[in-house]
């Protein structure tokens, strides 16, 4: 008994042996790297009424307990400008003190500090920032310096190891490790970047530090986390680092990034959409939306259109278009394959040059009456309406149920087309929905707030 007692422990301590050997070792890729990883303060200097009052609304973590009993008395000192600290990561990228972080870690700051492993400290200039990417790239006065190599986020597989090298809540160079968890994801907040979305621990402090794949190489920066609760739940999401370095080219010899820009509003194809407007399966970018004046209005673009291609490169998910445009040179002319009315064309666009841009919103009541086979109660909008709301046609949403309700249409809602036909009237839209077949599909372009969205709805 006693000897397959012995065997049993033994075949144990193999196989957990076996095991170990197959689980990643990052020792040496921190031992390569980590002292191309940066920690960076950044300090505000804020107007204050009273000394006692800045302190007061610092964060906990912001100034020891002690100090706090030789602050002054409030209104002993008004108007004084108050240092307020708030830190994040980065990494050299060239020998000379070049190193990239995120835009909203250096953003407004009166002093950009970068402490290195070695425990140097370095006063950096800030060269610019791009607030559209979040990237920033600053530099420090040194030479010789470790730089990171750089990798091909193109080449991440999702389930692939990579880990995170930064100052989560201050504390400087920790290593973290996961997974990729998926790629080219888009956030409601970002409409540039593809993140490459992992299961890293990444904590208020990561922002701007590298995540590294096996090979050592930076794969991308991370940004953001989600949380409801302030801290890390699973999900992190890094900028590719082939989207931060194109970006921290043009910072350093043009001190500003200038993008493409089509104008148009765009949306992932879901199957509902796709069957509606006749595509095999879900892809491309569905334009919901176009600016009056834009690259894309001149070149005859519409509402309805599914970009396929652009500059014969196929856009699978909508999350691929924005980046394509944002890296072509203004003044350039690409080609577009679009799905129009059932059939693929083609059509020239001269590419403009991206801006910031705002849209007319409003807000309506509902009523209730009667609604149509789809649960809708609709009603017409006058023209000051419309302008309140920035459009020249349209029908507003009073009440929601049934097969609309469920396919996520809501009161206040506006419906601006039914495929590619322009809705003008109440009347004009109940004829459609009337006509409309049994067990088919049609999509509505709504305008919600600022934004609009085709809905797919099954005719039942």
Known sequence: MRRLFFIGLVLLNLSMTAFAKDLPDFT??????????????????????????????LPDNGIPDFFRHFMQPPGAENNREIPVRSGGSGFIISNDGYILTNAHVVDDADEVTVKLTDRR?????????????????????ASNLPKVPIGDPQQLQVGEWVIAIGSPFGFENSVTAGIVSAKGRSLPSENYVPFI??????????????????????VGINSQIFSQSGGYMGLSFAIPIDVAM????????????RRGKLGVVIQDVSAGNASAFGLAKPEGALIAAIEKGSPAAKAGL??????????NQSINR?????????????GNTIKLQIWRNRAAQELPVVVGEASDGKTAQG???????TPNKIGLVVSDLDKPALEELGINHGIIVEDSDGI????????????????????????????????AHKNTSVALLIKRDDGTMYIPLDIE
């Open 28 to 57: 040496e890729l921190v031992k390569q790297h980590g002292a191309s990883v940066v920690n960076i303060t950044s300090t505000q200097l804020v107007k204050s009424s009273n000394t006692f009052g800045a302190m007061q609304g």
């Open 121 to 141: 400290e370095f006063r950096a200039k800030v060269i610019g920032t791009d607030k559209n990417s979040d990237i920033a790239l600053i530099k420090i006065n």
């Open 197 to 218: 979305q992992t299961d890293v621990a990444v904590n208020p402090g990561n922002s701007g530090g590298p995540l590294f794949n096996m090979k050592g190489e930076v």
């Open 246 to 257: 194109q970006v921290a080219d043009q910072l350093k010899t043009q001190g500003k990034v």
């Open 302 to 311: 519409k509402v309805g259109d599914v970009i396929l291609k652009f500059n």
């Open 318 to 330: 909508s999350i691929e278009l924005p980046t394509l445009v944002a890296d072509t040179k203004p």
């Open 363 to 369: 807000k309506h009541t509902k009523s209730g009456k």
């Open 404 to 435: 609309a309700a469920r396919a996520g249409i809501q009161p206040n809602d506006v419906i601006l087309s039914v495929g590619n036909t322009s809705i003008t009237s109440v009347t004009q839209f109940e004829r459609i929905i009337a006509d």
